[in-house]
């Protein structure tokens, strides 16, 4: 009889051993938020070791809190999983060993058992390296903004078209170049036509261009903003405002990718992402006529609301800071002190971050070479149709008076300090009140820093 040896069968792999086949940092963490195992990667991350990392909280790592992300507000992965079973993205603030702040994209899984019930969860996580060009990232904290930006993150890995909803103001616009930069054609020309100010023959010429000879003026050929942005990302601005014509036009470049110049009858093939944005209810002007329902359906194929600063008050301090940073002598007022953040967030801001932007500017003017302080933050009262057109006000009479009687000599700082507090910054009211023009108070202002 002859005895075959058979081999013993290998070890089964470990599950450190399969996560460690993930690039990104991965991580198991069971329904209590206790950390079960993690990756090479995730332990580098966070400058760890495994025997560092087993059996505490998710959040007490990620987070240096004390109790779940979702007691703060945060959408929880973790919770969410063990409620649908079904895998979640989103993007949450993160807080490296040494304390630095991290903006990472989340991808949660959950990890079932035979019977398809979730016994944990698998999540791994991708660093958001914010843009260096200040013009071009959007910043916040808040929960309301962490969620806008998970979703403008995920459509930006696509070429899906995108229609970015929101009041006036909410920085519509910073959020298509968001969605540009974190795309593969980032690279690419990102181009913007504002459809709210150009009439209808304007708009299909700065659009579509137009060939030599197709009216009295056009002495050469043009291209369209649509072909200069060929390969990169169109924004359109108030969508709701393109005229009925075009709007057909502008459906067929994005079903079709062909388009064709004003006179021309050669159809010129393009590659363009649209990111449409508008403050109008689409749906409604559909129901009135006054939008095409098949082009409402092209753009909403991924809606993105974004919210009002009302609703994401936590971000003014942030934010406040971010525009500072971006106006003259405005970066040496930063960072602000607790008093002016909190005047900051007293407010509801109807005008969104355009409003609080014009706030900060008229208080560095208010605080010239002083430390930037609360009375230098007010706040304009929208006055009813008319009403500037009033009689002066005992106070505005009072300063014209002084500011009269001093003018003989010459002005002084306190006269263009009042004049400046009682006009709420506004240059141009400020030099009538003092009787100059405003680019000799302008001069006098920037002498005066």
Do not use: W
Not at 234 to 249: C, F, H, V
Not at 332 to 351: E, F
């Amino acid at each position: 009889m002859t005895i075959v040896k058979t081999k013993p069968l290998p070890k089964k792999p470990s599950c450190e051993q399969f996560i460690d086949m993930f690039p990104q940092p991965f991580v198991v963490i069971d329904q209590d938020y206790n950390i079960l195992a993690s990756n090479k990667a995730y332990q580098r991350h966070y400058n760890v070791s495994p025997d560092e990392l087993l059996g505490r909280h998710c959040y007490e790592v990620s987070h240096h809190s004390e109790v779940p992300c979702s007691q703060h507000g945060e959408h929880c992965p973790l919770e969410e999983v063990f409620t649908t079973s079904k895998p979640t993205q989103v993007m949450h603030i993160h807080y490296k060993k040494d304390g630095k702040e991290e903006y990472v994209q989340l991808q949660a899984m959950p990890i079932l058992s035979d019977d398809g019930e979730v016994l944990y969860m698998g999540e791994s996580f991708q660093t958001i390296n914010q843009a260096k060009n200040k013009d071009n990232i959007l910043v916040g904290r808040s929960p309301a903004f962490l969620q806008m930006s998970s979703l403008l993150l995920r459509v930006a890995q696509s070429r899906s078209t995108v229609l970015l909803l929101g009041e006036s103001g909410v920085g519509k616009e910073s959020a298509a170049k968001y969605i540009h930069h974190y795309s593969e054609h980032r690279e690419a020309p990102f181009k913007v036509v504002d459809c709210s100010s150009l009439d209808a023959g304007l708009i299909e010429i700065e659009l579509f261009g137009y060939e030599k000879g197709a009216f009295g003026s056009a002495s050469k050929p043009k291209q369209g903003i649509i072909e200069a942005a060929n390969g990169g990302t169109l924004y359109l601005s108030e969508i709701s405002n393109l005229p009925l014509p075009l709007q057909t036009k502008l459906l067929r470049v994005i079903e079709s990718g062909m388009l064709r110049r004003l006179g021309d009858n050669k159809d010129i093939k393009v590659d363009v992402r649209v990111i449409a944005a508008t403050t109008h209810n689409l749906q409604t002007l559909v129901t009135e006529g006054r939008f095409r329902q098949d082009l409402y359906y092209r753009l909403s194929a991924f809606p993105i609301r974004v919210p009002p600063l009302r609703e994401r008050i936590d971000d003014v301090g942030v934010l406040a800071e971010h525009i500072l940073g971006r106006l003259p002598e405005g970066e040496r007022h930063i960072p602000l002190s607790s008093n002016v953040i909190a005047k900051l967030m007293s407010y509801d801001y109807s005008g969104n971050i355009t409003e609080l932007q014009n706030i900060l500017e008229r208080a560095v003017i208010l605080a010239c070479d002083d430390i930037l302080r609360p009375e230098h933050i007010v706040k304009e009262s929208i006055k009813k149709p008319g009403s500037a057109a009033g009689p002066e006000t005992p106070e505005e009479k009072e300063i014209s008076e002084d500011i009269l009687l001093t003018r003989r000599n010459r002005l002084t700082k306190r006269n263009v300090m009042e004049a400046l507090q009682k006009t709420f910054g506004h240059r141009s009211q400020a030099a009538k009140l003092l009787g100059i023009s405003e680019r000799t108070l302008y001069r006098y202002i920037q002498r005066m820093r």
